[in-house]
């Protein structure tokens, strides 16, 4: 240790430890938890996971359907107020293949490469969301490709966006 003055007269004790003093400890915490999602996410999944539909939420100012719903526009800044039914189905508006594993955080689960990630607008929404695709191939996938949700069984659903397994090509889109 290392004793000096301090301005106001004390004293400052302050340590220098090397890198052999320091204890190193590996552990690996598991934490659950629980939050609260707020009323408007919390409305949202409910819809989700009892019936499958899908809500946005529209802006009073700009008359832009927001998607997640959320109360304030984050285009011109407006309260949002009336509650609309969206998609299900919807289009790709970009997308990309990822080749590269890692732990699914909805999950904990690592998910299996190559898979398709794509932003989707759902039909009847002004904004985007982002999702997995069952497609996993770049020549098989386009902007502008007609979308559709594939939900967990009713019994499977916990409320969250996992509840939507990925989006496929509409019916009759001819992605081939």
Known sequence: M???PHS???TIVTSKA???DVLRLEYVAKFEYT???GKYAS???AALKESGELYGIRCESCDKVLVPPRPVCGMCGGRTGE???VG???VITGYTVVEVSFIDPMTGVERPIPYGFAFVRLDGASTNIYHFLEENRHDRIRIGMSVEPVFKPRSERDGTMSDIVHFRASHGDNHE
């Open 18 to 20: 090397t890198p052999a």
């Open 35 to 37: 939050y609260a999602a």
């Open 8 to 10: 106001e007269g004390g």
């Open 2 to 4: 290392v004793r000096g």
């Open 83 to 85: 509650w609309v039914e």
């Open 88 to 90: 299900p189905g919807g």
């Open 43 to 45: 409305r949202f999944m």
